[in-house]
């Protein structure tokens, strides 16, 4: 079993949708998340952190929910420049301040006009 | 707002060849790393550096990978005798207080 899983769409939208994409992970030792963007072919850039009791950042809003090991992206209002795939990350350390970056596939979005 | 700067963005190489990627971390970062993403796969861990030591690697990070900061402002990847599968995008990461910063990758193309 894949630790993180996401379904990989992709998932094709108007301009002005809500999208949710939703995510889980296996190893309950996991002790951060994250939503990061890729771009086609560029590095992975963090778009949030996720806490149990959620965030929104703007249009964005993430949940983690620890008992069911789930995590989920929240878009309002899509814009092109959305277009990207979407990536959910959980991390573990190991001594100090040691975090190994655990990734989905990601889950790719399409916004369309 | 500082960043992590790597080098070559592209290299190609023959395989059996030797190949030394590098990463200019964020210069209070502590906690290093290599990641690497096969095309269409997902970004795999490979190695994290801290204290000019490895903290931990993953098993892909087999005999052939090694990782150093030679001059106290490099990091380097060295993948000593490549194969046709190392090809991949290779990102240098560096730790912040929560937060792993990317570098922009080194896309390796073994022929």
């Known amino acids: 079993r894949k630790e993180v899983e996401q379904d990989p769409g992709p998932f094709n939208v108007p301009e002005g949708a809500t999208v949710a994409f939703n995510c889980t992970y296996s190893n309950s030792a996991s002790q951060s998340f994250f939503w990061y963007r890729q771009d086609c072919r560029k590095e992975p850039k963090l778009l949030m952190s996720?806490?149990?009791?959620?965030n929104e950042d703007g249009r964005f809003t993430a949940q983690l929910n620890r008992a069911s090991q789930y995590i989920s992206l929240l878009i309002r209002d899509s814009k092109l420049s959305d277009s990207a795939t979407y990536l959910c990350v959980v991390s573990r350390g190991s001594a100090g301040n040691n975090r190994k970056l655990i990734w989905g596939l990601g889950t790719s979005l399409a916004v369309n006009p | 707002e500082p960043e992590v700067t790597q080098t070559p963005s592209h290299q190609v190489t023959q395989m059996g060849q030797e190949v030394i990627l590098r990463c200019v971390p964020i210069s209070n970062h502590l906690y290093f790393y290599w990641y690497r993403q096969i095309l269409g796969q997902k970004v795999e861990f490979l190695v994290s550096?801290?204290?000019?030591?490895?903290?931990?690697k993953s098993e892909i990070f087999d005999d052939q990978f090694s990782v150093e900061r030679p001059d106290g402002s490099n990091f380097t990847l060295k993948i000593r005798s490549t194969k046709l599968e190392d090809s991949a995008m290779y990102f240098c990461?560096?730790?912040?207080?929560?937060?792993?910063?990317f570098g922009p990758g080194t896309r390796l193309t073994v022929l």
């Open positions: 996720v806490y149990s009791s959620g």
């Open positions: 550096f801290y204290n000019n030591e490895i903290s931990e």
């Open positions: 990461a560096t730790q912040g207080i929560d937060t792993q910063y």
